[in-house]
């Protein structure tokens, strides 16, 4: 497990931008087993906030790709052991099919603090530009957003979306704000999701050994090209969930911004 | 053909007209009632609100500031500022819809 586990710097650019890209994740192999399944059971429920290792099927493709050491490190890095299983679903965008904006955040809104969901998205095709892989705002997730309201905006600086070799999976929180594209090609586009939930705090189940790399601040700091005068209060939401997880509650950056909260020698006193 | 009225929604971290547009989103009702084929725009059609209206959009809202307390000065949720432009433009046979 240990060297599979995300690094502090990893671990920073998942809080600063709520996502990270794996390519080379899944061989091809089993990849072209997952379409076969996908093809064949779409979507549904399992059973919903059970744990994940007795709720996920095993012996089938996508009960072994789950179970990758690799996908395990990273589950575990974010979510820490034993996580829920909460929802899964094979995403179709078939050949030619065209979309609109489609900006969404999942499930409903979610005011928990030190606390967030992951998603594992899988894609077992190659998936080039025209193919309309999914799209992310990075650094989204700290946005209370009603589901599809969100869809007013069409276009917003900053998007990202997956373009990439088959075998690449995403991970990202769950709120972050995201959607679907047109698929300019005669190929089906397909893309398996899958939500766990944490058991425990989210607390240094990732390898800290480089926890006090100054290039952390930075990567804290990073500016997606959307956040404009927001910058400030986003960096603070970024600051108070690194805290958490890396357990280190003083930890801030650059003007010390959390100060304006927290620096009250008035209280001291009393 | 009709003139009818398309509509532009320029999203923004502060309400200024000359703030810089973060967001876009075009309502062109004299295309259509809904977008079928979604093309991706990396920049916004304008820098701001200013450059729209040089280019013969007419602002029917901007933003006001907003008032922030203890309870909500760091909460974050939808972009907190838009300008809504509109242009009218002649009316055109909406294409069907593929999907």
Known sequence: ?270 | MPAVQDILVLFQTTPALDSNAVAWAHYNASQGTGVHDFVEESEPPYKNAMEAMRDGWQVIQMSELKHRSNDDGYELGPLPYQTVLAKFNELQQEEESSS
């Open chain 1, 1 to 270: 497990m240990k060297d599979n586990r995300l690094t502090a710097k990893e671990m920073a650019q998942f809080v600063a931008s709520g996502y990270l890209k794996f390519e080379d994740m899944v061989p091809e192999d089993l990849c072209n087993a997952c379409l076969e399944e996908m093809r064949q059971n779409s979507r549904g429920y399992l059973a919903v906030g059970t744990p994940f290792e007795d709720t996920w099927p095993k012996g089938t493709a996508l009960g072994d790709t789950f179970r990758l050491p690799q996908v395990q490190g990273l589950i575990h890095s974010l979510v820490g052991s034993d996580p829920l299983y909460d929802h899964h679903a094979a995403h179709l965008v078939k050949a030619r099919q065209m979309r609109g904006a489609d900006m969404h955040q999942d499930s409903v809104i979610d005011f928990r603090e030190n606390y967030f969901d992951i998603q594992l998205s899988l894609f077992p095709t190659d998936t080039p530009d025209e193919m309309g892989g999914t799209f992310l705002i990075p650094g989204s997730q700290y946005r209370n957003v009603r589901t599809s309201e969100i869809g007013i905006y069409h276009h917003m600086r900053g998007k990202i979306w997956a373009t990439c070799p088959a075998g690449t999976m995403y991970v990202w929180n769950t709120r972050v704000w995201h959607g679907a594209r047109s698929n300019h090609t005669d190929q089906d586009r397909y893309m398996y999701k899958l939500r766990l939930n944490p058991t425990q705090p989210q607390v240094r189940n990732f390898d800290t050994a480089d926890l006090d790399d100054p290039e952390i601040g930075q990567i804290l700091s990073t500016n997606h090209g959307w956040e404009g005068n927001e910058h400030r209060y986003e960096l603070m939401q970024r600051v108070k969930l690194w805290r958490f997880v890396s357990d280190q509650p003083d930890y801030d950056v650059g003007e010390r911004f959390m100060r304006r909260i927290e620096y009250q020698p008035s209280k001291s006193v009393a």
